[in-house]
């Protein structure tokens, strides 16, 4: 029969871990995220509710029904930008 391996013993002496420094996180490449992402929603709110408001007259007459489309197309670009956001 193998005979089992012996372990180690450790050291009883404590060592406390380092100290991590707090880093900054630089937003300043990211300032726009957030502005573009609520412009998007709003957009996208505010061409659907004019829709329904002028019942289909505004925004545009041509698109009919397509009008909600392209509301909630700003809204999901809303969304995209906002995976942006850090």
Do not use: C, H
């Amino acid at each position: 029969m193998p005979k089992s391996r012996t372990r180690k013993k450790k050291d009883d002496t404590y060592t406390p871990p380092e100290r991590r420094q707090a880093t900054k996180i630089d937003m300043g490449g990211r300032r726009w995220v957030a502005p573009l992402m609520l412009a998007m929603f709003v957009i996208g709110l505010a061409w659907i509710v004019v829709y329904y408001v002028t019942q289909a007259d505004l925004p545009v007459e041509s698109l009919g029904n397509w009008n909600i489309v392209v509301g909630f197309g700003f809204i999901a670009v809303g969304f995209v930008v906002s995976t942006q956001w850090k």
